[in-house]
T-cell receptor, first 111, second 112 residues
Framework: KQEVTQIPAALSVPEGENLVLNCSFT??????LQWFRQDPGKGLTSLLL?????REQTSGRLNASLDKSSGRSTLYIAASQPGDSATYLC??????????FGQGTRLTINP | DTEVTQTPKHLVMGMTNKKSLKCEQH?????MYWYKQKAKKPPELMFV???????INESVPSRFSPECPNSSLLNLHLHALQPEDSALYLC???????????FGPGTRLTVL
């Protein structure tokens, strides 16, 4: 059974810092990995999707990497801003349609 | 347009009520999903529809009944719910099963 773990569970940093969020998974037989952000009481916003054959994806200040063989992904956020405060979830795709989510990292960026 | 809409935003119902949640997308996506999310927990998959046919049911109790009337619309019919069913219900869609999933804002359900 696939298990997805995100560390740390919560992170608080001052504005402007670069930071890394971690995601690990136990079964490397994944189709792809997706990073989402979720604001309190809201739906999920897709940030980046990395296919199993890819090593990284970039979008603006965000960079996500994937090391499938070691079961790890990282989300790098450059020059953090207060608007980046949210819960960040990683999810791995098992089979054609099923996403398995990690517990999330609650990120707070302090002005 | 990458929007998935959900109605209502909030719903309060008694344990004997029957209600429905609605989800709509006009992106031409052929896979649609229902998730349940409890406070401070990640979303849990409930159902997947692929090309308007139910392809995954994650052993969800029969008091939740999904329906996909057409390729743009997904409903979740609720009957005889329990207080522990109170949660945020999220709908998502994707072009195909393995593609990026786009989520709606959710319906906050409270069962009294």
């Amino acid at each position: 059974k696939q298990e997805v773990t995100q560390i740390p569970a919560a992170l608080s940093v001052p504005e402007g810092e670069n930071l890394v969020l971690n995601c690990s998974f136990t079964d490397s037989a994944i189709y792809n990995l997706q990073w989402f952000r979720q604001d309190p009481g809201k739906g999920l916003t897709s940030l980046l999707l990395i296919q199993s054959s890819q090593r990284e994806q970039t979008s603006g200040r965000l960079n996500a990497s994937l090391d499938k063989s070691s079961g790890r992904s990282t989300l790098y956020i450059a020059a953090s801003q207060p608007g980046d405060s949210a819960t960040y979830l990683c999810a791995v795709r098992m089979g054609a349609q099923k996403l398995v989510f990690g517990q999330g990292t609650r990120l707070t960026i302090n002005p | 347009d990458t929007e998935v809409t959900q109605t209502p935003k909030h719903l309060v119902m008694g344990m004997t009520n029957k209600k429905s949640l609605k989800c709509e997308q006009h992106m031409g996506h052929r896979a649609m999903y229902w998730y349940k999310q409890k406070a401070k927990k990640p979303p849990e998959l409930m159902f997947v529809y692929s090309y308007e046919k139910l392809s995954i049911n994650e052993s969800v109790p029969s008091r939740f009944s999904p329906e996909c009337p057409n390729s743009s619309l997904l409903n979740l019919h609720l009957h005889a719910l329990q207080p522990e069913d109170s949660a945020l219900y999220l709908c998502a869609s994707s072009q195909r099963g393995a593609d990026t999933q786009y989520f709606g804002p959710g319906t906050r359900l409270t069962v009294l």
